[in-house]
């Protein structure tokens, strides 16, 4: 029987692991960051594991956490990342950069916005539940 907290991605071998949104936050506190990074590096390993069209390295992703300008640009690209998992999935891509720089200021609560789009995401099975119907061209419309 296959666990029911991982997805499978367009492969079809397992990939994203859904976690608690608050829990991923609040650990990266208790930790004084380190599962931060492991939570970035992961989440960023699924991602390029979801998708071979999302270009990643995972281990740079989570060493950019640590220069200052790099780390703005790494929570910017990660949520391209996520928005383009969601786009594969067939979902509108709803995860947006620019707020998770704000929310990263506002402490850090990017964690969870990034979270919960990706368990979205996971849960799904690749597909967001909330993302607009694929439209059909004009001769499947017929």
């Known amino acids: 029987m296959s666990d029911p907290t991982v997805a499978a991605g367009i492969q079809g071998h397992p990939v994203g692991k859904v976690r608690n949104p608050w829990g991923a936050w609040g650990l990266s506190f208790i930790t004084c960051g380190i599962y931060y990074i492991y939570w970035w590096y992961k989440i960023n390993e699924e991602l390029k594991e979801y998708d071979t069209q999302i270009q990643v390295e995972p281990g740079l992703a989570a060493l950019?956490?640590?220069?200052?300008?790099?780390?703005?640009?790494s929570i910017f690209r990660t949520a391209e990342r996520i928005s383009k998992g969601q786009e594969t999935g067939g979902a509108v891509a709803r995860a947006n950069g620019w707020l998770g720089i704000l929310l990263a200021l506002l402490f850090s609560l990017h964690v969870v916005y990034y979270q919960t789009a990706l368990n979205d995401l996971w849960a799904s099975g690749?597909?967001?539940?909330?993302?607009?119907?694929?439209?059909?061209?004009?001769?499947e419309a017929i």
């Open 126 to 139: 690749g597909v967001v539940p909330y993302g607009d119907p694929p439209q059909a061209s004009g001769a």
């Open 64 to 73: 950019a956490l640590f220069v200052p300008i790099c780390n703005v640009v």
